[in-house]
T-cell receptor, first 113, second 114 residues
Framework: SQTIHQWPATLVQPVGSPLSLECTVE??????LYWYRQAAGRGLQLLFY??????ISSEVPQNLSASRPQDRQFILSSKKLLLSDSGFYLC????????????FGSGTQLSVL | AQSVAQPEDQVNVAEGNPLTVKCTYS??????LFWYVQYPNRGLQFLLK??????LVKGSYGFEAEFNKSQTSFHLKKPSALVSDSALYFC????????????FGGGTRVLVKP
């Protein structure tokens, strides 16, 4: 069966520090991968999505970047965190396109102080 | 561009009463519609989806949703709500015109009181 791992679960970082959040998927090949951010427990904003290794689409210009060094690994990064980067970050995967549902990781609560 | 609207920030309902969470969408072409539920500090869990076929879709935990093309709506319903249904509910849409992107609504918090 397929599983998605996202870590860490919580993270407190000072302003200006770097960030690396990692997401890995097991039990499937060539998944579509997504990073979403949820602010204040409400709406989900799509940050990045990837349909293959090295293929990253950015939805919103911002202080973050994403990379996909391996087929089932998706990394969210920042060189210098801002206060506004605080939020709940969710990784997700799907197969194919159209009607297939997304499977979400358990999320990372990031607090930038 | 595709979009989803959930007009209610919060829905309050007494346990045992019917529950409805509203959702309208805007896409180019045919929509793929989804409902997800989120419990505190957790990821999202899939409830149900509409791809094609019957307009009434049945999903997990007794939830169902009705696709209405003329009203561009996909309201989530449950005939008899439970206290354990209290959570944050998200409607989402996907379309071929927008590629693989799943666009979420702003979410509706459901509070079921005993």
């Amino acid at each position: 069966s397929q599983t998605i791992h996202q870590w860490p679960a919580t993270l407190v970082q000072p302003v200006g520090s770097p960030l690396s959040l990692e997401c890995t998927v097991e039990g499937t090949s060539n998944p579509n991968l997504y990073w979403y951010r949820q602010a204040a427990g409400r709406g989900l904003q799509l940050l990045f999505y990837s349909v293959g290794i090295g293929q990253i689409s950015s939805e919103v210009p911002q202080n973050l970047s994403a990379s996909r060094p391996q087929d089932r690994q998706f990394i969210l990064s920042s060189k210098k965190l801002l206060l506004s980067d605080s939020g709940f970050y969710l990784c997700a995967w799907s197969i194919g396109q159209g009607g297939e549902k997304l499977f979400f990781g358990s999320g990372t609560q990031l607090s930038v102080l | 561009a595709q979009s989803v609207a959930q007009p209610e920030d919060q829905v309050n309902v007494a346990e045992g009463n019917p529950l409805t969470v509203k959702c309208t969408y805007s896409v180019s072409g045919n929509p793929y519609l989804f409902w997800y539920v989120q419990y505190p500090n957790r990821g999202l869990q899939f409830l149900l989806k509409y791809i094609t076929g019957d307009n009434l879709v049945k999903g997990s935990y007794g939830f169902e949703a009705e696709f209405n093309k003329s009203q561009t709506s996909f309201h989530l319903k449950k005939p008899s709500a439970l206290v354990s249904d209290s959570a944050l509910y998200f409607c989402a849409v996907r379309s071929k015109a927008a590629g693989n992107k799943l666009t979420f609504g702003g979410g509706t918090r459901v509070l079921v009181k005993p």
